[in-house]
């Protein structure tokens, strides 16, 4: 990514009177090792008529000498140049390895080279204090650098001095203050005290407004500006020259251009001279950076106008559609990475992973929170792959269209990453409360059980733990599972069945018994929610009665109103004050539908039925709360979705390869569709997920979506 800015810098001198200036030494042209392109460079100068002499110091700075033949009221320099500005990392450097662990010592040859920058100027009380401070442990030279900087950093406050010259380190250490330059003199005395060779850098800092504010600590500056700077460079051997910024205790980056690098402060002034008449004078003193190129990037991929041109057109496309008679919806499904690790499988090409679905219920709480009111979480199952042991989980946000919550208390909706110390029991208290909710006797409730000859006829068949090593990863993965289940009593119950349906023809939830060969309910073995497990085949061939086929909404049929949430709970309330009795409709035929629930990691997980009509699904949903409320028992929801209802929106989370997918909800005009878009990518971000990915040779691109 290439920022292409300009930097226009502008010094003028104004004198009372006619004066004659003396021969005037500029270091105003970015030094030979500075890492930012600099493909222009100019520098102007009033009075026009000099003699100017561009030569190298005797440390390979560049600097302008000028001659004024002729005296001058005006003395002005002008530079504008042109910047490329490329992120890089600071720390992309080689160490020799008599140098990756401090202290070091420099080579002879390499000591006599760099005597200047050795040279200790100060040996103060407070300095020598100061350098007690220090650590003086064996420790990476890296490490030592970061922490002697961030040292300095936190110790002395930065501010602004416009006082001329630099402060010693005895003044700067006293105060506990200075401006850019004071602290980088101290910092170059101090690494030269534990024998580092060091020199002060003076030059352009241009920092740029980032596109998005920074999750860890301080944004940056609130818009795009250049200053004049001064830093440290200290020596490495194999690294060469590596720039220190005591002012943020960080190491120099892609913004800091030196212009000129010397052993000392005094000659690395930017315009040093003298004026051979006395006068008054006036300082005016002017910076800027305008951006002139971006490249395009996942964090802006369009500038400020053609954001306008797509917003105008999107407009006009939803203007035309409208005279045409057309109501159209659009969706999208962005994806997005973890910010902190992009290395793991499951950032790049595996659809599962240890962290993959605890961000994106962080990303579901977050949407829920900024898409609708009174939303019901529901934890469900997604697409099943060839190749994939399970269907991927899929999170799902649902909320009706006309205000009105369809799950009130959010505290009742427990989150799937918090152990709630459910057990078993909680589970049996909360079925037989629920069952009264809907007016169904609890006598239709069945404990449901595991396959213990199972579970113990495939222990017998896995190979031994020394052999295991040995053994294929689903082997290894089979083990695990069995271990987790035989750990649990077999015999008792681990979850609960109420077979449920609505029978519309007398308006009511009618439940039946269900008989099985064997005495318990046994669940088909695995490790799946019981709902999935439930042995529907085993239940008894019944001649299916007319009213058993249950007709389907149509979704051109005209909608009726909805229930309130109030009206809803009314209703349960009704039921509970009432002794449930036998709903007795035979002509409904065998139930084949059931809820269960069961306690797992902790916590009630309640898999829904699946249920044809939207009002019949609201019932349902407002007798768990009002039992989950009476209870004082959070739920987690899973199982059936909510029927497709025009009247209800949606959103998912789901997992994809490498990726986290969210399907957003359809929108109906392009403002919604903007405004659903910039949400998303806003939460995204704030549960440290991107839209970015980076190719092998650095390239940043999309993740797709």
Same mark, same amino acid.
């Given at each position: 990514?290439?920022?292409?800015?300009?930097?226009?810098?502008?010094?003028?001198?104004?004198?009372?009177?006619?004066?004659?200036?003396?021969?005037?030494?500029?270091?105003?042209?970015?030094?030979?090792?500075?890492?930012?392109?600099?493909?222009?460079?100019?520098?102007?100068?009033?009075?026009?008529?000099?003699?100017?002499?561009?030569?190298?110091?005797?440390?390979?700075?560049?600097?302008?000498?000028?001659?004024?033949?002729?005296?001058?009221?005006?003395?002005?320099?002008?530079?504008?140049?042109?910047?490329?500005?490329?992120?890089?990392?600071?720390?992309?450097?080689?160490?020799?390895?008599?140098?990756?662990?401090?202290?070091?010592?420099?080579?002879?040859?390499?000591?006599?080279?760099?005597?200047?920058?050795?040279?200790?100027?100060?040996?103060?009380?407070?300095?020598?204090?100061?350098?007690?401070?220090?650590?003086?442990?064996?420790?990476?030279?890296?490490?030592?650098?970061?922490?002697?900087?961030?040292?300095?950093?936190?110790?002395?406050?930065?501010?602004?001095?416009?006082?001329?010259?630099?402060?010693?380190?005895?003044?700067?250490?006293?105060?506990?203050?200075?401006?850019?330059?004071?602290?980088?003199?101290?910092?170059?005395?101090?690494?030269?005290?534990?024998?580092?060779?060091?020199?002060?850098?003076?030059?352009?800092?241009?920092?740029?407004?980032?596109?998005?504010?920074?999750?860890?600590?301080?944004?940056?500056?609130?818009?795009?500006?250049?200053?004049?700077?001064?830093?440290?460079?200290?020596?490495?051997?194999?690294?060469?020259?590596?720039?220190?910024?005591?002012?943020?205790?960080?190491?120099?980056?892609?913004?800091?251009?030196?212009?000129?690098?010397?052993?000392?402060?005094?000659?690395?002034?930017?315009?040093?001279?003298?004026?051979?008449?006395?006068?008054?004078?006036?300082?005016?003193?002017?910076?800027?950076?305008?951006?002139?190129?971006?490249?395009?990037?996942?964090?802006?991929?369009?500038?400020?106008?053609?954001?306008?041109? *797509?917003?105008?057109?999107?407009?006009?496309?939803?203007?035309?559609?409208?005279?045409?008679?057309?109501?159209?919806?659009?969706?999208?499904?962005?994806?997005?990475?973890?910010?902190?690790?992009?290395?793991?499988?499951?950032?790049?090409?595996?659809?599962?992973?240890?962290?993959?679905?605890?961000?994106?219920?962080?990303?579901?709480?977050?949407?829920?929170?900024?898409?609708?009111?009174?939303?019901?979480?529901?934890?469900?199952?997604?697409?099943?792959?060839?190749?994939?042991?399970?269907?991927?989980?899929?999170?799902?946000?649902?909320?009706?269209?006309?205000?009105?919550?369809?799950?009130?208390?959010?505290?009742?909706?427990?989150?799937?990453?918090?152990?709630?110390?459910?057990?078993?029991?909680?589970?049996?208290?909360?079925?037989?409360?629920?069952?009264?909710?809907?007016?169904?006797?609890?006598?239709?409730?069945?404990?449901?059980?595991?396959?213990?000859?199972?579970?113990?006829?495939?222990?017998?068949?896995?190979?031994?733990?020394?052999? *295991?090593?040995?053994?294929?990863?689903?082997?290894?993965?089979?083990?695990?599972?069995?271990?987790?289940?035989?750990?649990?009593?077999?015999?008792?119950?681990?979850?609960?069945?109420?077979?449920?349906?609505?029978?519309?023809?007398?308006?009511?939830?009618?439940?039946?018994?269900?008989?099985?060969?064997?005495?318990?309910?046994?669940?088909?073995?695995?490790?799946?929610?019981?709902?999935?497990?439930?042995?529907?085949?085993?239940?008894?061939?019944?001649?299916?009665?007319?009213?058993?086929?249950?007709?389907?909404?149509?979704?051109?049929?005209?909608?009726?109103?909805?229930?309130?949430?109030?009206?809803?709970?009314?209703?349960?309330?009704?039921?509970?004050?009432?002794?449930?009795?036998?709903?007795?409709?035979?002509?409904?035929?065998?139930?084949?539908?059931?809820?269960?629930?069961?306690?797992?990691?902790?916590?009630?997980?309640?898999?829904?039925?699946?249920?044809?009509?939207?009002?019949?699904?609201?019932?349902?949903?407002?007798?768990?709360?009002?039992?989950?409320?009476?209870?004082?028992?959070?739920?987690?929801?899973?199982?059936?979705?909510?029927?497709?209802?025009?009247?209800?929106?949606?959103?998912?989370?789901?997992?994809?390869?490498?990726?986290?997918?969210?399907?957003?909800?359809?929108?109906?005009?392009?403002?919604?569709?903007?405004?659903?878009?910039?949400?998303?990518?806003?939460?995204?971000?704030?549960?440290?997920?991107?839209?970015?990915?980076?190719?092998?040779?650095?390239?940043?691109?999309?993740?797709?979506?």
């Amino acid at each position: 990514m290439t920022v292409r800015v300009a930097l226009h810098h502008l010094t003028k001198y104004s004198y009372d009177k006619m004066v004659r200036l003396g021969p005037q030494i500029i270091r105003l042209r970015p030094a030979p090792h500075t890492r930012a392109a600099v493909p222009s460079y100019s520098l102007k100068v009033v009075p026009e008529k000099y003699y100017i002499n561009w030569q190298q110091d005797p440390f390979g700075n560049y600097l302008a000498r000028l001659v004024f033949p002729k005296k001058t009221k005006t003395f002005q320099i002008e530079v504008n140049l042109i910047s490329e500005i490329n992120v890089f990392d600071p720390f992309d450097f080689f160490l020799e390895e008599s140098a990756t662990e401090f202290p070091f010592k420099y080579e002879p040859w390499l000591a006599e080279e760099l005597i200047p920058y050795l040279e200790i100027k100060e040996k103060g009380t407070l300095l020598r204090k100061f350098m007690k401070t220090l650590p003086r442990k064996k420790q990476s030279t890296n490490d030592f650098l970061v922490e002697i900087n961030q040292h300095l950093n936190q110790t002395l406050k930065y501010i602004i001095r416009l006082d001329p010259g630099v402060q010693s380190c005895e003044e700067t250490l006293s105060l506990k203050s200075g401006s850019c330059r004071d602290m980088a003199w101290l910092l170059c005395q101090v690494l030269r005290h534990r024998g580092l060779a060091t020199r002060f850098a003076s030059g352009y800092l241009i920092q740029l407004k980032p596109d998005q504010e920074a999750l860890d600590g301080p944004s940056g500056t609130a818009v795009d500006f250049t200053d004049l700077h001064a830093w440290t460079e200290v020596y490495l051997p194999g690294a060469g020259w590596i720039g220190l910024d005591p002012t943020s205790g960080l190491l120099t980056g892609e913004g800091h251009i030196p212009l000129c690098c010397t052993p000392n402060p005094s000659s690395a002034a930017p315009i040093s001279g003298a004026l051979l008449d006395s006068c008054e004078s006036k300082l005016h003193h002017v910076m800027t950076v305008e951006r002139i190129h971006e490249d395009r990037r996942v964090s802006k991929p369009f500038s400020k106008n053609e954001w306008a041109e *797509i917003d105008s057109l999107g407009e006009r496309v939803d203007r035309d559609l409208k005279q045409m008679g057309f109501n159209l919806t659009m969706g999208g499904e962005p994806t997005f990475v973890s910010i902190d690790d992009r290395e793991s499988e499951e950032w790049n090409t595996a659809a599962f992973g240890l962290k993959k679905k605890g961000l994106a219920n962080d990303l579901l709480l977050r949407l829920k929170r900024r898409f609708s009111s009174g939303a019901l979480l529901h934890y469900g199952q997604g697409k099943w792959y060839p190749g994939e042991p399970l269907p991927r989980w899929a999170l799902g946000c649902h909320w009706r269209k006309d205000g009105e919550p369809i799950w009130k208390n959010e505290k009742l909706l427990a989150d799937i990453e918090k152990n709630q110390d459910h057990d078993i029991n909680t589970a049996k208290q909360f079925m037989e409360e629920f069952s009264k909710a809907l007016g169904i006797p609890s006598r239709f409730i069945i404990p449901a059980h595991e396959d213990s000859p199972y579970y113990l006829w495939q222990e017998q068949k896995l190979p031994l733990e020394k052999e *295991i090593l040995k053994a294929d990863l689903y082997e290894k993965t089979e083990r695990l599972r069995l271990q987790k289940l035989l750990e649990k009593n077999l015999n008792d119950p681990v979850g609960f069945v109420l077979p449920l349906h609505f029978f519309s023809v007398e308006n009511c939830w009618i439940s039946n018994t269900w008989r099985f060969r064997t005495e318990n309910l046994i669940l088909t073995p695995g490790d799946s929610p019981v709902g999935l497990r439930l042995p529907l085949k085993n239940l008894p061939f019944d001649q299916e009665r007319a009213h058993e086929l249950e007709s389907q909404p149509s979704h051109f049929q005209e909608a009726n109103w909805l229930p309130s949430w109030s009206a809803l709970h009314q209703t349960i309330n009704q039921r509970l004050k009432i002794k449930p009795e036998h709903p007795g409709h035979p002509s409904a035929g065998l139930v084949r539908t059931a809820i269960s629930m069961e306690v797992r990691n902790g916590t009630l997980h309640i898999f829904l039925p699946p249920i044809s009509y939207l009002e019949h699904f609201l019932d349902l949903i407002a007798a768990i709360e009002t039992v989950a409320s009476k209870l004082k028992t959070p739920v987690v929801l899973e199982g059936y979705e909510p029927p497709h209802d025009m009247r209800v929106q949606r959103f998912k989370v789901t997992p994809d390869p490498g990726v986290i997918e969210v399907n957003v909800q359809p929108a109906e005009s392009w403002q919604e569709l903007v405004k659903i878009n910039q949400t998303v990518f806003e939460e995204a971000r704030q549960a440290r997920l991107t839209s970015e990915k980076f190719l092998m040779d650095g390239r940043r691109v999309g993740t797709g979506g």
